[in-house]
């Protein structure tokens, strides 16, 4: 059974820090998702990463791919406010199948200013 | 319609209630997916749609859960006798591109909240 597991699961930090929010998966898969959730709203797609050292980069947020270490790393760079939400990270089923996506629990961003 | 539609958006229930719950795909996908996240979770899996054909249900958490796209289009999960541990927000969800089988990245709708008393 695949595993997604983020850190930390709530995380508090002040405008224009930096931080980085880790998101490890149990099995074999060459396909990872990074979703921003809003209070009440659906998922917004941030980033697919779809190879061993993939790196993409929006504004203050990058995202990383390390598959040998099955690893992933959402980082962000002077923090402003705006960017509290919950993240997601999901892994794409290895099996070849269709399956969807299994995702982490989130890790709830606060930003204060 | 350009994204992923569901109706309703809130729906309240009395335990023991039958609810039906709709999603309105991206135009044109042949893929569709509904997931479940209860409060404070990430989304989890529960079923699986090629065209009309329903291709994987192992994710639905009991026989009290019934998803159907009879015309591989507009898809209805529906929940009988519903039970408190049901309050959650269903959400369905297109891939990104038109093919069919492997998932890539997916389009959520907005959801639909419910919330058995």
């Known amino acids: 059974e695949l595993k997604v597991e983020q850190n930390p699961l709530f995380l508090s930090m002040q405008e224009g820090k930096n931080y980085t929010i880790y998101c490890n998966y149990s099995t074999t898969s060459d396909r990872l998702y990074w979703y921003r959730q809003d209070p009440g709203k659906s998922l917004e797609s941030l980033f697919v990463?779809?190879?061993?050292?993939a790196v993409k980069q929006e504004g203050r947020l990058m995202a990383s791919l390390d598959t040998k270490a099955r690893l992933s790393t959402l980082h962000i760079t002077a923090a402003v406010h705006d960017l509290s939400a919950t993240y997601f990270c999901?892994?794409?089923?290895?099996?070849?199948?269709?399956?969807?996506?299994?995702f982490g629990k989130g890790t709830h961003l606060i930003i204060q200013p | 319609g350009a994204g992923v539609s569901q109706s309703p958006r809130y729906k309240v229930a009395k335990r023991g209630q039958d609810v039906a719950l709709r999603c309105d795909p991206i135009?044109?996908?042949?893929?569709l997916f509904w997931y479940q996240q209860a409060l404070g979770q990430g989304p989890e899996f529960l079923t699986y749609f090629q065209n009309e054909a329903q291709l994987d249900k192992s994710g639905l958490p009991s026989d009290r859960f019934f998803a159907e796209r009879p015309e591989g289009s507009v898809s209805t999960l529906k929940i009988q006798r519903t039970q408190q541990e049901d309050s959650a927000v269903y959400l369905c969800?297109?891939?990104?591109?038109?093919?069919?089988?492997?998932?890539?990245?997916?389009?959520f709708g907005e959801g639909s909240r419910l919330t058995v008393l």
């Open positions: 969800a297109s891939p990104g591109g038109r093919l069919a089988g492997r998932t890539g990245e997916l389009f």
């Open positions: 135009s044109g996908h042949v893929s």
């Open positions: 999901a892994v794409d089923y290895p099996g070849g199948g269709a399956d969807g996506l299994t």
């Open positions: 990463l779809l190879s061993n050292g």
